[in-house]
């Protein structure tokens, strides 16, 4: 459905996005997830032709986003961080408007309207001011119009951002739903959202890609060592000798837990060997009280703070400093005065027309 190849945006010498690549197969849910500042917002932007890239290119469908926009932006619903609404319109309107700019036919307007009102859940508002909407209802409304269109692969650039947790819920489970017919990627900085809605999971640091993966997946491969934890009613002198006594244990660690003998034990093991069942067996004929037994991973967060901490990247990876240009080496002197100042914001670089056309002509 997408495939991003080399992908890199610099301002000046800040490299936004670092030579991504990735592809997004159709009929899943991906979630975009990374820290504030990791490039998630400006990737969007340029998948969606709304930024010109400084190198690399992004196909939809194998339609190049540069080469032919017009044709590319009609296989995509795009929902930003803040909802692109007009809040004296109704919703109504709004889609009527927003559906006239993707061409759908006049003969077919009001019953692509109704359709997506009617899959948002925002059908009975449709005649009030966006103005005087929740947000949660603006966010529905921001998601009909991405919608509109039928296109295959929606984007939602933080969906949640300042909602009430029921308002959370719901949009969860609008995207849930629509994923169940299209393609739809979700940019998130909060964990819960996309453990709780995507199929894979792409995280982002520094503009690079760190992982890209199933949950699951992801959280296997940063398991490092192989361990058990267990909490049991004992003395720690029996613990220890019960469990040292199964095949492949390596370790044992004891703690005393929460209760009168009750203790929180480690077990480690040889790497891929599963010893919970003999361990659970070694303590049940014992006579020990188990009170759990569980495999030792780590949660999501940590996994996420563990792929996303500071680092260097290699040199051969490391995006062009400056513009790109060739001999540049990004560390020339800005000058301070005011006047260029204001030149340099203003000469165009990173504009990207809204129908095409890389920022180097092509």
Request: hydrophobic share 35%.
């Amino acid at each position: 459905m997408i495939e991003v190849r080399n992908l890199t945006k610099v301002y000046g010498d800040h490299i936004a996005v670092n030579n991504l690549s990735f592809t997004i197969e159709q009929g899943k849910i991906y979630g975009f997830l990374g820290p504030n500042g990791a490039g998630k917002t400006t990737t969007m932007n340029m998948i969606t032709g709304c930024l010109a890239p400084t190198a690399g290119e992004v196909l939809i469908d194998g339609v190049d986003m540069f080469e032919d926009a017009v044709t590319a932006k009609k296989r995509i619903g795009y929902l930003p961080e803040i909802p692109p609404v007009y809040p004296d319109m109704t919703p109504f309107e709004y889609l009527k408007f927003v559906g006239g700019a993707k061409g759908v036919r006049a003969a077919d307007m009001t019953e692509a309207v109704f359709s997506v009102m009617e899959e948002t859940g925002i059908t009975e508002m449709r005649n009030r001011l966006i103005k005087h909407l929740s947000k949660g209802y603006r966010q529905r409304v921001g998601i009909a119009q991405a919608m509109l269109g039928d296109p295959d692969l929606i984007i939602l650039d933080e969906p949640t951002v300042g909602l009430d947790p029921r308002q959370i819920i719901e949009i969860r489970d609008l995207i849930a739903t629509l994923g169940k017919t299209r393609t739809i990627i979700l940019s998130s900085h909060i964990l819960a959202e996309v453990q709780a809605v995507c199929d894979h999971v792409m995280i982002l640091n520094e503009g690079r890609l760190v992982a890209s993966d199933t949950l699951e997946n992801i959280r296997r491969d940063n398991t490092p060592e192989n361990a058990v934890l267990l909490t049991v009613r004992s003395n720690p002198d029996s613990i220890k000798k019960t469990a040292e006594s199964v095949p492949g244990v390596t370790g044992c660690e004891i703690t005393p837990g929460k209760g009168e003998n009750i203790y929180d034990v480690r077990v480690e093991a040889e790497p891929g060997t599963d010893v919970t069942e003999d361990l659970f067996r070694a303590f049940a004929s014992g006579g020990f009280g188990v009170l759990k037994l569980t495999r030792e991973e780590p949660s999501l967060e940590e996994i996420f703070i563990n792929l996303t901490e500071y680092f260097e990247p290699d040199e051969e990876e490391a995006a062009p400093d400056g513009d790109g240009e060739p001999g540049d080496d990004g560390e020339e002197e800005y000058e301070e005065d005011e006047e260029k100042e204001d030149e340099d914001e203003d000469d165009g670089d990173d504009y990207s027309p809204l129908f095409g056309g890389r920022k180097d002509g092509r």
